[in-house]
């Protein structure tokens, strides 16, 4: 008899009438194997129990093999130099004894044939010879079964062209090739990874395309390449029974990478001193690094000083100089190469330089008005970043002109920016000398150039004189006068007011007419005719209207018929 028919005829040891011990997936206590009683005759149809507990609770019932429910592939496609693996998994209890044969022939392990202990069959190195029918046999005490499928030997899927590593620059395109070859009778398809993550051409964000719908051809195309797309790129070719993949290495070079471990230290008035770790090179060397800087007082950063200057590509402190003391900094460094500059760091910690004496004077200085015998001096407020530290304020310094003593105020608070002196000796609009500074704890500022400020003003004190009216009509009049002297003004004359008033009414009651700056004279209008006037003229400045002079009279004239 041929070995299979040997293999297949010999007799099926049934289970020894003694209980013994079972082996199971998972350890169950108190469970034996033993054989089944005779059933009664009720139950003779009925599957023999394969296994019970010890106290005669459950029932595991035998079952012969059985392939219905997952019989072997019928038509097994394979890859000539591959590997195929053709499982053989019938439902059976006890579990089935398994043989493989090819046409009639019984497998056995060998180099090319590995039967593993569950009976899947594994065929390595796969040659055309290998094609033909192959069969599980499977059996137990409770009967046989069997299952087939034809292997069928493709062509194997080769690489005929593969990509090649490159080296590009940041926003250049590429294309990596990669051509296959493959069994005719099948679909070829080509999927690309990136540091063995397949890409997704969908979400690519257009950077990565197809460069030909050819089946053979799965060239791939990276636009306006970043530094994100640098790695190891790996082609694959794959029909439904094999795949080859080939690989390569693309280099994107870019601006350098953002420095890292940031750190300040040394932190004086208007100088501190950073330190920072290299960031990556990004395959083109660090030319030179910027320091930038911001305050809570502006969002944007700016560049910042160094000591020295230019800050070389090998460097790794620098010494920041030109600070505003007793300020909130944070820093960035940011470094360049050939490529242009890269992503600055992670800023520092905020760190705030150390207060010093102010370095600059107020400005604005100013002044003028209030009441009688005052000098109000006005000024610009310091902003934060001129005040340098922390009990800030002015000094204000001031005399009448022509004079040797400087009087001084000291006002407290940055806010400020203004300041009344009183006393009843100031005689009206008085110019004054004035400079300003600033202080705070760590000290004085330098003065301001010197101002003049005079003091209030008053009501011009003399009246015009000499007035006369002239070119008397019937409605109209014309009026002139001799000026106030400038030393009689108390300030800065503004004109002259005239009033008129119908003889029998109050001066109360007068109509007002206003001239600007110098003029001597001036024309009334809408007078009525045949009527006498009573007039004044007096002097007027920003803090009032002066002594009028001595009333003149006049009479209009009556119309003409």
């Not at 799965?218 to 390449?225: R, S």
């Not at 001084?408 to 008085?430: C, D, G, Q, W």
Request: proline fraction near 9%; charge should be neutral; aromatic fraction near 6%.
């Amino acid at each position: 008899m041929h070995a299979l028919g040997q293999a297949l005829a010999a007799p099926w040891p049934h289970p020894p009438p003694e209980t013994v011990r079972a082996l199971s997936p998972s350890p169950v206590p108190s469970v034996a194997v033993r054989a089944s009683a005779p059933p009664p005759a009720d139950q003779a149809l009925a599957p023999p129990c394969l296994l019970t507990h010890s106290d005669g609770r459950g029932c595991r019932r035998a079952l012969a093999p059985d392939f219905r429910l997952n019989p072997v592939k019928r038509l097994i496609p394979a890859a000539r130099g591959g590997e195929v693996i053709i499982h053989c998994q019938p439902r059976s209890a006890p579990k089935s004894v398994i043989l493989w044969t090819k046409g009639t022939e019984l497998l056995h392990n060998s180099p090319s044939i590995t039967i593993t202990p569950d009976g899947t069959l594994i065929i390595q190195n796969i040659s055309k010879s290998d094609e033909g029918k192959y069969t599980c046999f499977a059996e137990n005490f409770m009967g046989k079964a069997n299952s087939t499928g034809i292997l069928s030997v493709r062509d194997a899927t080769k690489i005929t062209l593969a990509p090649s590593s490159a080296d590009i620059n940041v926003g250049e395109n590429i294309s990596l090739q990669c051509h296959a070859s493959h069994d005719p009778t099948m679909d070829l398809t080509f999927t690309w990874s990136l540091d063995d993550f397949p890409i997704d051409f969908t979400k690519s964000e257009g950077h990565y395309k197809r460069a030909s719908t050819k089946e053979s051809i799965g060239d791939l195309m990276i636009l306006n390449a970043q530094l994100k797309h640098a790695g190891r790129y790996t082609c694959t070719a794959q029909t439904v029974v094999d795949s080859a993949s080939e690989s390569a290495t693309l280099v994107v070079r870019g601006p350098p990478g953002p420095p890292g471990g940031l750190v300040v230290r040394d932190i004086k008035d208007t100088t501190v001193q950073l330190s920072w770790s290299r960031g990556s090179d990004n395959h083109s060397p660090i030319a030179k690094y910027v320091i930038q800087a911001r305050i809570p007082l502006f969002s944007k950063w700016k560049q910042v000083r160094t000591n020295p200057a230019n800050i070389e590509g090998n460097a790794e402190t620098a010494h920041v100089v030109n600070l505003i003391p007793w300020m909130d900094y944070e820093f960035r460094v940011l470094a360049s190469n050939i490529l242009g500059t890269g992503e600055p760091s992670v800023p520092s910690a905020k760190i705030r330089t150390k207060e010093a004496a102010p370095t600059v004077a107020p400005s604005g200085l100013s002044g003028g008005g209030g009441a009688p015998g005052e000098l109000i001096i006005n000024w610009t407020p310091m902003h934060r970043e001129y005040q340098n530290g922390d009990g800030f304020g002015y000094i204000l310094s001031f005399r009448k002109q022509g004079t040797q003593t400087w009087k001084k105020a000291k006002v407290p608070h940055a806010e400020s920016l203004h300041y009344v002196y009183r006393n009843e000796s100031v005689a009206p609009y008085t110019p004054f000398e004035v400079k300003i500074r600033a202080f705070n704890r760590k000290g004085e500022g330098p003065e301001s150039l010197v101002a003049i400020v005079y003091s209030a003003e008053e009501e011009p004190r003399v009246a015009p004189s000499n007035i006369t009216v002239d070119g008397v009509m019937a409605t109209e009049m014309d009026v002139s006068w001799e000026p106030v002297e400038q030393s009689d003004t108390n300030g800065i004359l503004l004109g002259y007011e005239i009033r008129y008033w119908k003889h029998g009414d109050k001066e109360e009651a007068a109509d007002r007419v206003r001239t600007a700056g110098l003029e001597k004279s001036a024309h009334v209008t809408d007078l009525n005719p045949n009527t006498k006037y009573h007039m004044t003229v007096r002097a007027y400045n920003r803090a009032g209207t002066g002594p009028a002079c001595i009333p003149t009279s006049f009479t209009t004239t009556k119309p003409r018929e």
